[in-house]
């Protein structure tokens, strides 16, 4: 019997992005999609991107969507098709599409094995995860590594909410792992408005120093 991975909220797992290529690079090519856009999106993974279906997918307005009622808060949600995201799904639809048309079939799922919708992934994830050197990570983790590149990247708190789907501040917080790499970036802005204030008050005095010498 396979044990199934359990989405723990108190972890504090994230992925890298040189940490995910590899574990990237060790998964199938059916999965690679599916785990390429829960990188980007932070969406759950069984629960949301598993049941997407091309209806979902909004290539000319640029969006992928969930229906109200699909999200564990019960009310919908939409995340705009970055270009790496749009790059990704429109992948997707080609092999799609060249599949429907060599087996004329119809496959509504956007993330499927030769069509058929997929069900389980946990051996493959386990096996990628493992052979990448990277044995700790989960799924769920893809949540807490999409808030964190929201807050590096400067995304206001409220889209960020609403693009990944948590309805309160304080879910989103405990999401929001503060990592070594941005206590460092803070402390070099910190050290640069320092420095700034410091160049300010070096010109003011050069300044009334020379009007004095006049």
Same mark, same amino acid.
Request: hydrophobic share 35%; proline share 5%; charged share 30%.
């Given at each position: 019997?396979? !044990?199934?991975?359990?989405? @723990?909220?108190?972890?504090?797992?994230?992925?890298?992005?040189?940490?995910?290529?590899?574990?990237?690079?060790?998964?199938?090519? =059916?999965?690679?999609?599916?785990?390429?856009?829960?990188?980007?999106?932070?969406?759950?993974?069984?629960?949301?991107?598993?049941?997407?279906?091309? *209806?979902?997918?909004?290539?000319?307005?640029?969006?992928?969507?969930?229906?109200?009622?699909?999200? %564990?808060?019960? /009310?919908?949600?939409?995340?705009?098709?970055?270009?790496?995201?749009?790059?990704?799904?429109?992948?997707? *639809? %080609?092999?799609?599409?060249?599949?429907? /048309?060599?087996?004329?079939?119809?496959?509504?799922?956007?993330?499927?094995? !030769?069509?058929?919708?997929? %069900?389980?992934?946990?051996?493959?994830?386990?096996?990628?995860? @493992?052979?990448?050197?990277?044995?700790?990570?989960?799924?769920? @983790?893809?949540?807490?590594?999409?808030?964190?590149?929201?807050?590096?990247?400067?995304?206001?708190? =409220?889209?960020?909410?609403?693009?990944?789907?948590?309805?309160?501040?304080?879910?989103?917080?405990?999401?929001?792992?503060?990592?070594?790499?941005?206590? %460092?970036?803070?402390?070099? *802005?910190?050290?640069?408005?320092? /420095?700034?204030?410091? @160049?300010?008050?070096?010109?003011?005095?050069?300044?009334?120093?020379?009007?004095?010498? *006049?």
């Amino acid at each position: 019997m396979i !044990s199934l991975l359990r989405e @723990d909220n108190t972890r504090k797992g994230f992925f890298e992005p040189q940490q995910f290529r590899k574990v990237l690079a060790e998964l199938p090519d =059916s999965l690679r999609p599916l785990f390429e856009t829960a990188y980007e999106t932070g969406w759950r993974v069984r629960s949301e991107l598993l049941n997407r279906q091309w *209806k979902h997918v909004d290539f000319d307005g640029g969006w992928l969507r969930l229906e109200p009622g699909e999200t %564990k808060n019960r /009310q919908g949600r939409m995340f705009p098709l970055t270009p790496s995201l749009r790059a990704v799904l429109e992948r997707r *639809k %080609k092999v799609t599409e060249q599949l429907q /048309q060599a087996n004329d079939c119809i496959v509504p799922w956007v993330f499927h094995r !030769s069509g058929r919708r997929i %069900k389980d992934f946990y051996v493959a994830w386990r096996g990628a995860c @493992d052979r990448a050197g990277s044995p700790e990570r989960i799924p769920h @983790d893809f949540r807490r590594t999409a808030v964190r590149n929201f807050e590096r990247a400067g995304v206001p708190r =409220s889209a960020a909410m609403a693009m990944v789907g948590h309805k309160t501040d304080a879910v989103y917080r405990r999401y929001a792992i503060v990592d070594e790499g941005m206590l %460092k970036d803070g402390a070099l *802005k910190l050290a640069q408005l320092h /420095q700034a204030h410091e @160049d300010a008050a070096d010109a003011k005095r050069r300044a009334i120093g020379g009007e004095v010498g *006049k």
